[in-house]
């Protein structure tokens, strides 16, 4: 039997859609256990400051639906020093806390390594970042929705390109990771996808753009990370306009819309899926790693594993997308 009595969920890092649903997943699933449960907010800022409060069923009520997360968010420099993790170690005993859920990405979890190698705390982490760079899940909450948002947009900007036969480059989050470019590319009928996990010189992209020209393609769509190897998709568009001035080139960033939104149901469900199986788990002893969806199944990986081993970018994403660009 499991010695953990109460049980406290945060969320830390960029908000993602689905963060919710997996806090009301893993509060219902600790009250269906017997166990207590308490909110922490403002992630690990919140914990040092002692802002924890008691939740019940009926405190996640009508949630699953929405975006952000109702425990907000924030960075915490306190919680990177010793004197500040002992502070946060203190609230969790005063407050009878036994175990935590971390819901966020790499920075969240590498604050719970540290925490639990400090401590000795159980602490288990489910993965909420639109960015999809997490190693040890197929997918991670947010992605999904962040992606549709993205499509939604291309769409309508498409609309606008094809009518005044216009290039637009628009530009999407993936500082350090292309997922939501190079899905999104291949799920609009992007000409070319420019991500930090392969370079396109503009060269290369020049050639493309004069192929297509070349086809009498009545508009294009160029999708750029925003942490491209050739810049952002405003640089990359002056360098275009330069060399190719009978283009009328516009530059459309997405920025935090794709952070926003009410989560879809894949999202929905694998936080849902998430939430329960990081409390479950918890219970029957596992900590200092995340629960994760591969295959379909759940899966546990060390957090220092899911830290340090990056999710990598599937190559035949970009493949498909540059033979059906044409």
């Known amino acids: 039997m499991s010695n953990i009595k109460k049980i406290a969920v945060f969320t830390s890092g960029g908000d993602a859609p689905g963060m919710n649903a997996a806090v009301r997943a893993v509060v219902r699933s600790c009250i269906y256990n017997n166990v207590r449960v308490a909110g922490i907010y403002r992630g690990y800022q919140g914990l040092i400051e002692g802002d924890i409060e008691e939740l019940t069923a009926r405190s996640v009520n009508h949630i699953l639906q929405r975006g952000g997360t109702v425990l907000k968010s924030a960075r915490s420099k306190d919680f990177r020093t010793a004197e500040g993790r002992a502070k946060a170690h203190e609230k969790l005993l005063s407050n009878g806390v036994d175990a935590l859920v971390a819901i966020g990405g790499d920075g969240t979890f590498t604050g719970a390594h540290f925490f639990n190698r400090e401590f000795d705390f159980p602490i288990i982490g489910i993965p909420g970042t639109i960015d999809n760079d997490l190693y040890g899940t197929d997918y991670t909450i947010g992605f999904d929705t962040a992606l549709n948002t993205v499509i939604d947009a291309v769409d309508k900007i498409r609309d606008t390109a094809a009518s005044h036969n216009r290039l637009f480059f628009v530009e999407v989050m993936g500082r ?100 329960v199986a990081a409390v479950e788990q918890l219970l029957k002893g596992k900590r200092d790693c995340m629960v994760g969806m591969v295959h379909h199944k759940v899966v546990l990986t060390p957090f220092e594993k899911a830290i340090s081993d990056k999710y990598q970018l599937d190559n035949e994403v970009v493949r498909i997308s540059d033979i059906l660009s044409i």
Do not use: W
């Open 176 to 275: 350090d990771a292309g997922f939501i470019a190079a899905h999104a590319g291949l799920a609009s009928g992007a000409l070319a996808v420019l991500i930090p996990e392969r370079e396109m010189t503009i060269d290369q992209l020049l050639e493309r753009l004069n192929e297509a020209r070349r086809q009498n393609k009545s508009s294009s769509i160029v999708i750029v990370a925003e942490g491209g190897k050739s810049g952002d998709a405003t640089e990359i568009a002056a360098h275009v306009a330069e060399r190719m001035p009978y283009y009328d080139t516009k530059v459309t960033i997405l920025g935090h819309i794709q952070r926003g939104g009410s989560p879809s149901c894949f999202d929905r469900n694998l936080a849902s899926r998430l939430g």
